[in-house]
């Protein structure tokens, strides 16, 4: 007898950029979907929107089981991770079968410093609840370079380095398509605590300065190769040091320190007769 597959869902975070796209995602599989949020806000048709504070594990739990809530999937930002940990004692509480961490990006497994341990520490206290979990690795979101390299600020494209080590990209369409296909076709004993990574288009950030180069309407933006971004570019900072260390990749083995090019792709079969966007589809270069 063959497993059925999850169909009632609650998307915590859903934000503009990746949590209101897997929403509606989801909606398009024709599963059930609750919005949980701590504010008023709109949400795509078909969806409930439940006002609720994450910090009341009672409360969430209430709405969780009132809904009838089979996964819970996170899509925080990374100054609200914190508000995972009661979420996961609520799913603990009600039975809720998996529970999908807010990751989308650089592998988390291992990580040793930053998002990365906050990420890991977190997979491990599911596991310590004995709730599922499922994380889902794809590089970096390809709409987000031009904010990485500070075109809308500088009208140029500031890299690091030398801007020559390839990395994952992978168009924020596509992660919550994904999320929303494998979620809802594949039965849960192929979810349940593992990890997929996928991976839209392998390409440097050097190879992207030339796609803007040869852009038809964005070849005025200029590649200029710095040693450091402006002070006011903290984040953008840091990733780009990770871009110079090779780990912006879906493939990157925190333990091993090393990055498996092949592995960074292999979740992209799941989708099955799906074509992954390019960097230039996704910023229409």
């Known amino acids: 007898m063959s497993e059925q597959t999850y169909s009632s869902f609650a998307v915590v975070g859903a934000g503009p950029s990746i949590g209101l796209k897997i929403v509606s995602a989801l909606l398009e599989t024709g599963a059930s979907v609750v919005v949980l949020s701590r504010a008023p806000k709109d949400v795509p048709p078909g969806a409930k ?8 594990t009672s409360s969430v739990a209430q709405v969780l089981k009132e809904h009838g809530v089979e996964v819970i999937v996170s899509a925080l930002s990374f100054y609200a991770l914190e508000a995972q940990g009661p979420l996961a004692q609520a799913a603990k509480d009600t039975g809720v079968k998996l529970f999908v961490p807010s990751e989308y990006g650089m592998p988390s497994e291992g990580g040793k410093e930053g998002h990365l341990l906050a990420k890991s520490n977190f997979a491990e206290y599911l596991k310590s609840l004995g709730v599922p979990s499922l ?3 794809a590089g970096m979101f390809a709409e987000y ?5 500070g075109v809308p600020d500088t ?5 690091i380095g030398k801007g020559d080590k390839s990395a ?16 809802t076709t594949l039965p849960p004993s192929q979810l349940h605590d593992v990890s997929f990574r996928i991976e839209g ?3 440097s950030l050097s190879s992207v300065g030339a796609l803007y180069r040869a852009s038809a309407t964005k070849s005025s933006v200029v590649t200029e190769y710095v040693d450091k971004l402006p002070e006011s570019f903290v984040k953008q900072s ?11 990749s879906s493939g990157w083995d925190n333990y ?13 079969e799941l989708w099955k007769d799906h074509r992954f966007k390019s960097v230039k589809e996704a910023l229409d270069l």
């Open 145 to 149: 370079i031009p904010w990485l390299t």
């Open 49 to 56: 929107l439940v006002i609720v504070d994450y910090a009341s």
């Open 256 to 268: 091993k320190n090393s990055d498996d090019i092949s592995a960074a792709s292999s979740g992209n």
């Open 168 to 183: 994952s990209f992978t168009s924020i369409s596509d992660v919550a398509g994904f999320l929303a296909y494998v979620l």
């Open 238 to 248: 840091f990733l780009q040091n990770k871009f110079e260390q090779g780990r912006v």
């Open 155 to 159: 009208g140029k494209m500031l890299i």
């Open 135 to 137: 994380r889902v690795y």
């Open 201 to 203: 288009e392998r390409i």
